[in-house]
């Protein structure tokens, strides 16, 4: 894959709350021992998501909220919102920050989007987590240190190459985003070995860049 290719997610805003209030403590059903939360916004939600999943194996930290804005980042709600937030909890504000921190590397230089046939405004999101957290493990269904294929691109790109990688590797389906979804895309998470997701990856991404080279063919 092109360098160029890569299009990372832009961080908006990170915040540590060392000492919640009792009140939001309630509201995010924390328990006794949770004190601490990290806040995160950033500019391509998919990303957000299994970044703060990553956090879940590396840190001390679980995740007690994560959600995608309406429309996506071009359309945020003001310049801090981007197009997904995240919420994580620990025991103390040294824990917390290390998830942070995990969550900004995995953010800068781990996950990130492809131009679909070097198309700046065409991207897809099409990545092997070889060994889920908790987060992924529990949105999926899984045990934790599962392998998934994480497949995401528009419309009809998606559920065209979703099609794809199912019939091409031995994987199950988790969840299917019919669209159009928050951010008005589409795609799936998969589960099998992590050989069979690498090859439902690398389905999907060689039959979305083939369709959108002939778009009107039925």
Request: overall charge negative; glycine content about 6%; hydrophobic content about 40%.
């Given at each position: ?7 990372f ?7 540590l709350?060392?000492?919640a ?26 990303v ?6 990553e ?6 930290v ?8 309406y ?20 025991e ?27 198309n700046?405004?065409h991207?897809?999101?099409a ?21 998934l294929?994480y ?14 990688a199912?019939?091409?590797?031995d ?30 990856v ?17």
């Open positions: 894959m092109l360098q160029d290719n890569k299009v997610a832009e961080i908006c805003s990170i915040q709350i060392t000492n209030s009792e009140a939001l403590r309630e509201q995010y059903k924390l328990t006794d021992r949770q004190y601490s939360l990290g806040l995160i916004t950033l500019t391509l939600d998919d957000g998501y299994v970044a703060i999943d956090a879940t194996k590396t840190t001390d679980s995740v007690i909220y994560a959600q995608s804005f429309a996506g980042s071009d359309y945020a709600s003001g310049p801090l919102s981007g197009e997904f937030i995240g919420i994580i909890a620990g103390t504000p040294e824990e917390v920050k290390s998830g942070l921190d995990s969550i900004q590397q995995s953010v800068q230089s781990t996950f990130f989007f492809e131009k679909i046939n070097n700046d405004n991207l897809i999101f990545q092997t987590i070889s060994s889920c957290g908790t987060y992924l493990a529990k949105e999926n269904g899984v045990a934790p240190g599962q392998a294929a497949l995401i691109a528009p419309p009809i790109e998606a559920l065209v190459g979703v099609d794809a199912l019939k091409a590797a994987v199950e389906v988790c969840q299917l985003f019919s669209p159009p979804t928050e951010t008005n895309f589409a795609g799936a998470i998969l589960t099998g070995s992590q050989s069979s997701c690498d090859a439902a690398a389905t999907f991404r060689d039959k979305v860049q083939q369709m959108t080279l002939n778009p009107l063919y039925y």
